[in-house]
């Protein structure tokens, strides 16, 4: 059974690093495309990184360029986002999802990881 699952949040000071991993089960992660997402209490879900499965070229949310990097690891089957000089507003849940390719729908998403940032 295809499966996506986030790991890896939890609760950071301001300034603090995390780093999120989403894992592939039952299919080969490498061949999708694969964004990060979040959603914070009563805001709408917004795109915050996406990976290429042509190029592994990497994408950013403009909130997030500079702290936060994508990548993947094939051994694993998973793609990680590390997050540094993490802020309150980054406080969301974390999703990923995959997509054929980078710029069609999603097809299939994971439960989300809770990332809270606060002193």
């Known amino acids: 059974q295809a499966q996506l699952v986030e790991s890896g949040g939890g609760l950071v000071q301001p300034g603090g690093s995390l780093r999120l991993s989403c894992t592939a089960s039952?299919?080969?992660?490498?061949?999708?495309?694969v964004g990060w997402f979040r959603q914070a209490p009563g805001k709408e879900r917004e795109g915050v990184s996406c990976i290429s499965n042509r190029d592994n070229t990497s994408y950013y949310a403009d909130s997030v360029k500079g702290r936060f990097s994508v990548s993947r690891d094939i051994a694993k089957n998973t793609v990680d986002l590390q997050m540094r000089d993490l802020k309150v507003e980054d406080t969301a849940v974390y999703y990923c999802g995959t997509q054929p390719k980078v710029g069609e729908r999603y097809d299939s998403w994971g439960q989300g990881t809770q990332v809270t940032v606060s002193s």
């Open positions: 039952g299919f080969t992660l490498r061949h999708y495309a």
